[in-house]
């Protein structure tokens, strides 16, 4: 027994440590940073002056970390509609039976493997482009010449320029959870109810969706999560450093980090960090609500 517990120990012992020095202690120390004023994030301890909540008390006070948040409130509910809606979509049509189903998938998800610097220069040269651009072309050719003339990279049009770009990136990735989701379903529901009369319809709304409720918390949460991390895409879509269009709050964050940007004076790593805790608030928000509002331990498949 005690040569068990040894091997239990040295097994343990490497992820243990590695789990405190690469997670918890960072986020221990973003913690404590954020109740005080830090000039750099590289600033030694006694350099750090202590101004309690202040941090906090100016973010909300701060109106272009409020834009932020509204963009970023924005970008998760209207993007997650449209990312996961679009995404079960697909994955219902590609798990029920379709030829070519693997060819589709690796379509789907092909822009998921390209890097969002990339994917996002793709987007603004060649498909929102007012001279030369693929929806420019297509706008064309379906006679809507007014509506090809829009310049959607405006300062009043970006936002949902940045947007759809970034959900057509997406759905992919959320595609693939949904189907790992729906493949665990067992075909015998389906043969049931086709015996008793059901259609299509009727077995997704009354088979599909109770039973793919784990999988709906599970999307939100990484839906969540890219959200709360959104800052490339913002990033190469802004025509200057701060464009309060498309600034979220992790672009925000990290021009208070490392400067720059007309909206930032001066570097504050403790500001910043208030920022990253109160993103991870959000996150743990919504994982709890879904938790209690979903429930799918009564379900069996």
Known sequence: M??????????????????????????CRTVAMSFFKIDAVTSTADTWQFVGIGNYQK????????????????????????????????????????????????????????S????????????????FGLLKGILDTLGFHELAKTQWLAPENVFWALLFAYCFGMVGYHML????????????????????????????????????????????TMWSISTAAFFVWSQLFSSVTANKATIVPAQYMYMNTFGGGNAVT??????????????CLCIVIIFTVCNAVIKDDDLEF
């Open 116 to 131: 969002a610097v990339a994917l996002a220069t793709m987007w603004k040269q060649y498909v929102f482009s007012p001279k």
């Open 177 to 220: 959870i949904w189907m790992s989701g729906i493949e665990r379903i067992s075909p015998e529901y389906y043969e049931a109810a086709t015996i008793d009369g059901s259609n299509k319809i009727q077995q997704f709304r009354y088979i599909t969706l109770p039973l793919l409720k784990g999988v709906f918390k599970t999307n939100i």
């Open 266 to 279: 001066e570097r504050n790593a403790g500001y910043a960090a208030a920022i990253g805790i109160i993103l």
């Open 59 to 114: 973010l909300f006070t701060t109106d272009i970390f409020k834009t932020a948040m509204f963009n970023i409130g924005r970008i998760w509910l209207l993007g997650g509609i449209i990312v996961l809606v679009l995404s079960l979509l697909f994955g219902v049509i590609l798990t029920s039976g379709i030829r070519g189903k693997k060819f589709f998938r690796a379509i789907i998800y092909l822009p998921n493997i390209v």
């Open 2 to 27: 005690k040569r068990n517990k040894g091997m239990i120990i040295g097994f343990l012992a490497p992820a243990v440590i590695m789990f405190l020095l690469v997670f918890l202690y960072p986020i």
